[in-house]
């Protein structure tokens, strides 16, 4: 036992198994707990910022290219909605946001159930092309809809729906975090394709 203690490869041997033994019984379970713990936060932050603000009407009309519909016909999507840039963003600002909304798209716009609108507050007047083929124009059908955004709402305005049409967060899309809060936002609210069901496959009968 005593010439056990004084080799020296048993030694930092036993030195490991102590170390491994603590990082075992006391870091992991620390590691995990901080992560739970973040987990916890995030979730708790998200759920708070996605407390339903408003509804969109459910009969009032837009148009989308050369349909008019109404809010009612789009239930059943997760909507991002956000207005389009105007004379009050310089051409590098302007740039900065479409290049932003192309890039929203590549990550979500082939998900099924996400619909995303760059919306004017009334019949533009010059068409300005899309980022990207999965965005649509609409605008409003009647003049007197409603604005769609509190006045508390400044900048480059955006909003996200979920697919009872109950619009979840507001949006500054001028500030760059806005736009990874609006990432987070949906990635949340995107309805989950359901799981198939397991099926067990009978033993062949002998």
Do not use: C
Not at 191 to 204: A, F, G, N, T, Y
């Amino acid at each position: 036992m005593t010439a056990f203690i004084h080799d020296g490869k048993a030694s930092w041997y036993s030195r490991w198994l102590v170390l491994i033994a603590l990082l075992v019984l006391f870091g992991l379970p620390a590691v995990s707990w901080f992560y739970l713990k973040e987990g916890v936060r995030f979730r708790q932050r998200i759920h708070n910022e996605l407390i339903p603000k408003d509804t969109l009407t459910a009969q009032a009309r837009l148009i989308m290219g050369a349909d008019t519909l109404t809010w009612a016909d789009l239930a059943g999507d997760v909507i991002v909605l956000w207005q389009e840039p105007g004379k009050d963003l310089d051409a590098k600002q302007a740039h900065t946001a479409w290049a932003r909304a192309d890039t929203l798209w590549n990550v979500f716009g082939a998900i099924p159930r996400v619909r995303m609108l760059v919306w004017a507050d009334a019949v533009p007047e010059r068409q300005q092309p899309l980022p990207s083929a999965g965005w649509q124009r609409a605008w409003p059908a009647d003049e007197a809809m409603t604005s769609l955004w509190p006045d508390s709402v400044r900048g480059l305005r955006a909003l996200v729906a979920d697919t009872a049409l109950v619009v979840r967060h507001y949006y500054d899309l001028s500030q760059r975090r806005a736009w990874a809060k609006l990432a987070e936002h949906l990635a949340v609210l995107i309805p989950q394709p359901p799981k198939p069901d397991i099926v067990l496959k009978r033993e062949k009968e002998k």
